[in-house]
C-alpha cells in the first residue's frame, strides 16, 4: 500500500469517528456543524474520485 492510500483510510476512519459523535451528541453543536459540513466535503471529494464516477461522468460528456 501507498502512503496516499494510507492517509486516505485513516482520514476516512476518522470521519466515520467524528460522524458517530455527531450524531451521538457527543460534540458541541457549533462544533458539530463545522465538521459535518467538512465531512460531507471529504465523502463528496471521496465519491467524486472513484471509477464509477469518473466513468458515468466521461460517458455523459461523450453523449454532448
Do not use: C, F
Not at 492517509?7 to 451521538?24: E, L, P, Q
Not at 471521496?46 to 461522468?57: A, P
Amino acid at each position: 500500500m501507498t502512503d496516499a492510500h494510507d492517509a486516505k483510510v485513516m482520514a476516512d476512519g476518522a470521519s466515520v469517528a467524528i460522524g458517530i459523535g455527531n450524531v451521538m451528541q457527543w460534540l458541541p453543536p457549533v462544533i458539530s456543524l463545522v465538521t459535518s459540513i467538512v465531512i460531507l466535503g471529504y465523502m463528496a471529494v471521496r465519491l467524486w474520485e472513484t471509477d464509477t464516477v469518473k466513468g458515468l461522468v466521461a460517458k455523459y460528456a461523450k453523449h454532448e
